[in-house]
T-cell receptor, first 107, second 113 residues
């Protein structure tokens, strides 16, 4: 079993829909990161959080430390949100990565 | 500000050939990392460095070598390429340990045939 599990693996939505991507982890962490990877592109950091909730534009990230669970929400989704979203947890000297959720938003 | 620069972006190698993937950062970050990304899998750590002259193995180091002679550069060397090393490679850097995020390079897509 991977230390970081994401669900769903693939997600297709219509433009305007509310999106939720989930992440569960099994190790002790100091922080959790949400990353975005566009097709053929690099990886960019969206959020780093260790408790509570953070919001940036239409993106919201929450974490529940007791339940070892985090969610990434996208409100009013848009085709340009289509990407792979990766959850990663910071443990000791390294980060452990989920396999990613491939999101496709159709116009 | 260039951030983390990786070269080349694409490369095809024949089995047994060698190559070096270059990684340079201009943010004066102490920590640098090499990851590989295989389809359907999370990024796996190959090697990392916490400062010039210091390197350590990650989860999947076999078949690779690294050096860190300067703060800026962290090249990854493949000595005898094998088909199992076909992957996308990412270099990343961080100012420090826990509490800091990573800055990633744009990746190198390597195919070994």
């Amino acid at each position: 079993k991977n230390e970081v599990e994401q669900s769903p693996q693939n997600l297709t939505a219509q433009e305007g829909e509310f999106i939720t991507i989930n992440c569960s982890y099994s190790v002790g962490i100091s922080a959790l990161h949400w990353l975005q990877q566009h097709p053929g592109g690099g990886i960019v950091s969206l959020f780093m959080l260790s408790s509570g909730k953070k919001k940036h534009g239409r993106l919201i990230a929450t974490i529940n430390i007791q339940e070892k669970h985090s969610s990434l929400h996208i409100t009013a989704s848009h085709p340009r949100d289509s990407a792979v979203y990766i959850c990663a947890v910071r443990a000791s000297n390294d980060m452990r990565f989920g396999a990613g959720t491939r999101l496709t938003v159709k116009p | 500000n260039a951030g983390v620069t990786q070269t080349p972006k694409f490369r095809i190698l024949k089995i047994g050939q060698s190559m070096t993937l270059q990684c340079t950062q201009d943010m004066n970050h102490n920590y640098m990392y090499w990851y590989r990304q295989d389809p359907g899998m999370g990024l796996k750590l190959i090697y990392y460095s916490v400062g010039a002259g210091i390197t350590d193995k990650g989860e999947v180091p076999n078949g690779y070598n690294v050096s860190r002679s300067t703060t800026e550069d962290f090249p990854l060397r493949l000595e005898l390429a094998a088909p199992s090393q076909t992957s996308v490679y990412f270099c990343a850097s961080s100012p420090g340990g826990s509490g800091y995020g990573y800055t990633f390079g744009s990746g190198t897509r390597l195919t070994v045939v």
